[in-house]
Structures are given as structure tokens and as C-alpha cells.
């Protein structure tokens, strides 16, 4: 069974959006680094996997099935089903596409395919990507430049979908007074890097796209999978220890963002699933972080919750208080059945 791994392993997670999919892989595709593999987890079930499968592989399609399974990495088990193997048509760059047993969060879909490469040799970095990004061809070599560098966590320009001059954020910082979570940087023009102190606060990189070293995980652990969704990236970070934080300028990356859930910019848009796990994990990542000024961040959450509703949103008002509820209660992961989330019309 071989064991080797390219350099670079580009892991994605998907959930019932195969379009998304497709265009991020064709980036990829265009990626002047040559040494590096891809790994998609679909977390839709098994109809969304088969969707995604038949949006990627046929002739006229990007990638070429291939039928050998003389890797490890080629087999069902652990927390995938079915795993389809696949190389692109126009360079020889695998691609693997994974149907996961359950829906298992954004952490929970990153970790399935981290968990086979800690027990293989040869890669160097894992590059975490959203699949509503598209990557300039040059992203992937400039982020390994940096990690060659002993950075340990690297992030890149990361920029709007529709405005592409304009920086999403240079990293995330996380205030323990109010637990507010800062996009430092955003909408500075792209072409700009953060200075040396600017770069000293910020407590991670976003997760839409973000580099980690091999020495990274080994040290730092897998993502946290208990907030399911959101946080899990600003939890790495504050994990890191002695890993630093750096910036690859010249590593573009456009972000459409909220594909799959719905996190619109205008709150009166935001889906309900979007505002019910931001509201529980703010105070899940309060309780872990901030002691026992954990209250402060659910006295803020309650003024966002009469937010909602001074905005004519009174659902959200109402979901906001059964996610801090949830929150301060300690549970914890995928949403149960418990939970009622009606979707916006």
C-alpha cells in the first residue's frame, strides 16, 4: 500500500453545492505549484456525493476517474462511506472525493482526511480551503514559500468575489471583554500587508483559506469539531502555541462566502441555521476562553438578540436566544433534532 503524500494536501469541504466545487477545483487546476494533492469531503449524503461525482467526472468534465486503489487513502472506512478516486485531466494531480458517514461540521469534514494523513509520510502542509474560493495560480506557491520560511499558520489576500480590489480580512482577532470577533483589515486595499504589530494581535487566520505545517497539527491537534460550525478556526489559532502567524501577500484568493449556509452580510438575510450557531458558539468559545467573563459575551449576545428584533427580524431574535440558551446548557456539535431551525423564505 503506498504511503507517500505529495508536498501539499488542499482539503476541501462541501455541502450540497457541487458548482462551488467545481469552480474551486478548476483553480486549482491552473496552479503553477506542482506537488500537491486534493482531498473534498462531501457532508450532503449520499445523493449530494453522487451529484458532486457526476458534476466533476465524465468526459467533457475535469477529472478522469481512476480505477487502481493502491493507496490507503482510496478506501472506505473510518468516517467515510465511499471514496471515489480521481486525477485531473490535464496534469497529474490526485483528487479524492469523500462521502462522509454524517454530516460532520466543518472541523468534523476537515479532520476525516487529517486523521489518514498524520499516518502518512511525505507531506509538508495542509492547505484548508472553503469551496466557494477560487485561487490565484500562483497562491499555492507562495503560501508553501512562507511556510518554508518557519511560519506555521499562514494566511493570504483574501478577497470579495464581487469586489476583488477590496480585502475580506488579514485575520481574526477575538476580544475576551465582549467575545466579538474582529476581520482585521477588512476592505483595505488588496496590494497591502499588515505591519508587524497589526499581525502580533491577530489570534488566527480564517479558515476559508489558511495554511497549516505538518509540525502545526502534530503539535497543535486537529480542528475542534464541538462547534460544528464557525469558531473552530479562531480555536486553532489560539492553539498554536509557539507555531507564528504569517501573511503571503502575493497568495490571492477570492471568496464568495455563505454558499452553503446562508451567512449573509445584511443580518435580516442570514440564515437561520447561520444565526443559531453563531449565537451557541459564541458562548461555547467564551466558556473555553474567556473564564468566567464568559457572562459578559451572553449579555452582549442578549443586546444582539434585540437587535434582530429592532431590525424587524423577530425569528432571529427568537433563534438567537435558543443558541446562547444552548450555549450556556454546554451542548455541543450538530445541531439535534430538538432544535426547530424554519429556513428564510
Known sequence: MASDRAKLAVLIVGYRNPDDIQRCLRS?????????????????????????AAALICQERMLTRLQDEDDVFDTPGGRFSSVIKCRYQNRAVAVRLGLAT??????????????????????????VLNPDTEVHESCLTEFMAKADQGFGMIGGTLV??????????YGLQWSPVTGRVLAVGRNSAVGTSPTAEVLSRIDSISGACVL??????????????????????????????????????????????GTAIGSAIDPRQQSFLSVYLSARNSILFARRWAGRRW???????????VRFAA?????????????LKDGVQGKSGKPGASVRLPQPR
Open 28 to 52: 486549482l487546476a491552473a496552479s503553477h505549484w506542482q506537488d500537491f494533492e486534493v482531498f473534498v469531503c462531501e457532508n450532503g449524503g449520499k445523493e449530494a456525493f453522487e451529484a458532486l
Open 212 to 257: 497549516v505545517t505538518r509540525a502545526f497539527i502534530e503539535d497543535v491537534g486537529l480542528m475542534a469539531e464541538d462547534y460544528f460550525l464557525y469558531m473552530e478556526d479562531i480555536d486553532w489559532g489560539r492553539r498554536r502555541g509557539k507555531h507564528r502567524i504569517g501573511f503571503a501577500e502575493r497568495a490571492i484568493i477570492r471568496h464568495v462566502g
Open 160 to 169: 470579495f468575489d464581487h469586489a476583488p480590489e477590496r480585502i475580506i480580512n
Open 311 to 323: 431590525i424587524g427580524a423577530p425569528l432571529s431574535a427568537k433563534i438567537t436566544l435558543i443558541g
Open 102 to 127: 454524517d454530516n460532520l461540521g466543518y472541523g468534523g469534514g476537515i479532520n476525516a482526511w487529517l486523521e489518514r494523513l498524520l499516518d502518512t509520510r511525505g507531506w509538508e502542509a495542509v492547505l
Open 295 to 305: 457572562l459578559l459575551h451572553l449579555g452582549w449576545g442578549l443586546l444582539h438578540a
